[in-house]
């Protein structure tokens, strides 16, 4: 499956922005799909996750109530609203796939920047 990752930009602090994760290639119901996210001189770290039907999704904690992951099987896409963004939450947003939940995400995308300004 190949990814791409869409929709970063620069706003301010407060606002809102949804990243797009679009799959080519296989059917991304196939696959648990997660975001990471990398800011500049820091390592790359978990944001969040959804589960093959979107039953199931997860996120790291400092992102919770803000960020909601959903996806659209129907349009092979998975998608990343992120509201009352930070400063802190400025970095480039990288959608990753995995087929089995105890996998290493094996399949990325390239990134997508996000800069909030303060």
């Known amino acids: 499956v190949q990814l791409q990752a869409s929709g970063g930009g620069l706003v301010q602090a407060g606002d809102s922005l949804t990243l797009s994760c679009a799959a080519s290639?296989?059917?991304?119901?196939?696959?648990?799909v997660g975001w990471f996210r990398q800011a500049p001189g820091k390592e790359r770290e978990y944001v969040t996750s959804?589960?093959?039907?979107?039953?199931?999704?997860y996120y790291r904690d400092s992102v919770k109530g803000r960020f909601a992951i959903s996806r659209d099987n129907a349009k092979n896409t998975v998608y990343l609203q992120m509201n009352s963004l930070k400063p802190e939450d400025t970095a480039t947003y990288y959608c990753?796939?995995?087929?089995?939940?105890?996998?290493?995400?094996?399949?990325w995308g390239q990134g997508t920047l996000v800069t909030v300004s303060s």
């Open positions: 990753a796939a995995k087929v089995l939940a105890y996998d290493e995400y094996g399949f």
């Open positions: 290639g296989h059917n991304i119901s196939s696959y648990v």
């Open positions: 959804i589960s093959w039907t979107g039953g199931g999704t």
